[in-house]
């Protein structure tokens, strides 16, 4: 089991920048799938970035080129860099991990004003 506790969320004017934290319980040098969707109000959860079984990383493209994923195996913690931020990027995000099944963490909310 996999437990995924997400911070870093806040409130930020739109062309600011915020770094999600998603911190694992155990170990994730052995999870290949990781990655942030996100909900905005009455809309349904996207795919944000992830990191592919391939070893690739998949961005939506409405934050190619502004958001970047990461992570640090040591730490047992994945990130998301958002940097010129939109008020569409509004919403709560989600951290996932797929270890036989898909882990989700409880959510951060992001708001950006304009």
């Known amino acids: 089991q996999v437990q995924l506790v997400e911070s870093g969320g806040g409130l930020v004017q739109a062309g600011g920048s915020l770094r999600l934290s998603c911190a694992a319980s155990?170990?994730?040098?052995?999870?290949?799938?990781m990655g942030w969707f996100r909900q905005a109000p009455g809309k349904q959860r996207e795919l944000v970035a992830d990191?592919?079984?391939?070893?690739?990383?998949n961005y939506a493209d409405s934050v190619k080129g502004r958001f970047t994923i990461s992570r640090d195996n040591s730490k047992n913690t994945m990130y998301l860099q958002m940097s010129s931020l939109k008020p569409e990027d509004t919403g709560v995000y989600y951290c996932?991990?797929?270890?036989?099944?898909?882990?989700w963490g409880q959510g951060t909310q992001v708001t950006v004003s304009s």
């Open positions: 155990g170990s994730i040098s052995s999870i290949n799938v």
């Open positions: 990191f592919t079984d391939g070893g690739t990383i």
């Open positions: 996932y991990a797929d270890r036989l099944y898909r882990y």
